[in-house]
């Protein structure tokens, strides 16, 4: 009776923990860039993007072992994520937005390998990239990353209330807005001196709107309602919805969030400096 018990209580245990990485997942849009749209089998990466350096494939990210992350430990997954290296020490390309997710929680990283665990293997090996030299050289990356990768959880800010918190977590983290709502330099970093002002060449060569609090060229003059609203269903204050790749991420991500999520995303967008 008690081994019953016990194994009913790790049982729920590892539901929960699945659950919370489900949201993590959903927070953070994995679905959209490791499915190829219209008939791609779910996770198992493949799907292109075009960037000024060159198109990208997406990875697999399904338990296949030999395929996919399967054969990945949590620390490897952490690693990944955090450090933006394989677990044979490689180094990822800044596509994957390593440099955003390195400042999500050890908890939410661990609940969201937990969940990717437990979805259905698909056997798909990954799709090599497009890329020309010097932007395809991947012994170049370590440099590159001793550059441009700032490890670990985002900074204190003091006086700012929980909620802002909330919503600095989602939007930088998580949510990794900033790769496709910044401009990047000439060696593909984003600019964070410019953060979230919008970009000419976001995903697929397509211009990123400006997000920051800028009243005329950003969203300073829409209510916090109004950026829920949009996060919630994608509707614009003039009546006019999201297309594109915004559109998938209503769908995929945001729609998904607690309105009290949505409401901190809002909340802290609203006081990100006004950037033109």
Known sequence: ????????????????QIARGEYIFNAAGCLGCH?????????AGGRALKTPFGTFYSPNITPDRETGIGGWTDEDFIRAMREGKSPNGTSYFPVFPYTSFTHLADGDLRDLKAYLDAQPP???????????PPFGW?????????????????????????QWKRGRYLVQAAGHCGECHSPRNFMGAVDHA????????????????????????????????????????????????VGGGMNEVVENSTSK????????????????PPAS
Request: proline share 10%; aromatic share 6%; glycine share 12%.
């Open 35 to 43: 499915t190829v749209p219209k008939g791609g089998q779910r996770l």
């Open 257 to 272: 969030l607690t309105p009290e999520d949505r409401a901190a995303i809002a909340a802290y967008l609203r006081t990100v």
């Open 122 to 132: 698909v056997p798909q090996r990954n799709k090599p990239h497009d890329v020309s």
């Open 194 to 241: 410019r953060m979230l002002a919008g970009s000419p060449t976001g995903p697929e060569g397509k211009a990123v709107p400006n997000i920051t609090s800028d009243p005329e060229k950003g969203i300073g003059k829409w209510s916090a309602g109004e950026v829920a609203f949009l996060l919630e269903i994608g509707m614009q204050p003039d009546g006019d919805f």
């Open 1 to 16: 009776m008690a081994g019953g018990v016990s194994s009913a209580s790790a049982q729920r245990a590892a539901n929960d």
């Open 138 to 162: 991947r012994f170049l990356l370590p440099v590159w990353q001793a550059l441009f990768l700032d490890k670990g959880g985002l900074p204190d800010e003091p006086g700012r209330d929980e």
